[in-house]
């Protein structure tokens, strides 16, 4: 009898004890419950939810703004640094005056990327990112306009037209001279980083499309008129604004025009595909919200 009684004391212990360690685990157990929790919940989020933290899209909007008004305002090459440079035919590449600079269609994209992302601050301030607001105020149309005519089709036309001529034939776009005075962080800013931050702007907010009449306009007027200007510089230079062109025949370059005409009209049309596809779901759900 003695030896039962002990036995049951000691088996009666055990569980105690037990139930004493289950419950002190508990608490750390809900804390990495929630925790856990929470992060799904975050990776989760959706596009809408996350467009709409005010504070991601600013902070976004600020470095890209930052780093694209800075692009524009450098002009410290220091060419007397490189006496090759000076005495060479590539000196027209580095622009250092801001006229000189509007030579360049890579300079014309960073105006508009710059200006896109001036206007998205003020939109994120004093409009509006809902995805299909009732009365989108003016400066949300208009950014929505400025992205899908100029600021999508422009900068992924010269990111990838310089780093594919690039990567043919360096000397055609970006000659090896010019790498003791041109930064390489400038060269990213005007051919990658504008690329880079305009797809992150179509997945992480929903733009209204204009009429595609209406787009691919706004957009062949702009491409025409800088068609129009390097022909002028030509006719009063008697230079080519980029290497490329003095080695094609008048044919040759009539094709090229051609094919960088039709590749940004392309490119619009991309950007028209990846806005509809990227936010279909979530423009439903926001019209039978509203209804």
């Known amino acids: 009898m003695r030896s039962n009684s002990t036995s049951t004391h000691v088996c009666g212990l055990c569980v105690s004890v037990c ?5 002190s685990n508990i608490e750390p157990m809900r804390r990495m419950s929630n925790i856990f929790i929470q992060s799904a919940k975050l990776y989760k989020m959706t596009k809408v939810e996350l467009y709409k933290s005010r504070v991601f899209v600013t902070i976004i909007h600020l470095c890209a703004l930052g780093q694209f008004a800075y692009g524009l305002y450098y002009s410290s090459f220091e060419v007397q640094r490189s006496y090759k440079l000076k005495t060479s035919f590539s000196r027209r590449l580095v622009p250092e005056t801001f006229p000189q600079k509007l030579r360049f269609l890579s300079y014309w994209s ?5 200006l896109y992302y001036v206007v998205s601050l ?13 009365r989108a105020p003016a400066i949300r149309k208009f950014k929505d306009w400025l992205l899908s005519t100029l600021a999508f089709p422009v900068a992924l036309n010269v990111g990838i037209t310089f780093w594919t001529l690039y990567a043919i034939d360096r000397e055609l776009v970006f000659p090896k001279v010019l790498d003791p005075v041109f930064p390489s962080w400038l060269n990213h800013v005007l051919h990658t980083n504008i690329v880079v931050f305009i797809v992150l702007e179509m997945f992480t907010s929903y733009r209204a499309y204009p009429t595609r009449s209406k787009g691919l306009t706004g957009l062949t007027i702009f491409m025409g008129s800088y068609l129009v200007w390097i022909h002028i510089i030509k006719h009063y230079s008697n230079v080519w604004v980029y290497p490329v062109l003095e080695v094609l025949q008048l044919p040759q370059r ?3 025009f051609a094919a960088v005409l039709g ?3 392309a ?3 991309l950007g028209e595909f990846i806005n509809n596809v990227v936010w279909a779901k979530e423009v439903k ?6 209804k």
């Open 285 to 290: 759900l926001s019209l039978r919200k509203s």
């Open 254 to 256: 009539i094709l090229f």
């Open 267 to 269: 490119l619009y049309l």
């Open 110 to 114: 960073l105006i508009i990327q710059a």
């Open 122 to 134: 003020v939109n994120d301030f004093v409009g509006t990112n809902e995805l299909v607001p009732r």
């Open 263 to 265: 590749f940004t009209f």
């Open 19 to 23: 139930v004493d360690a289950s419950k």
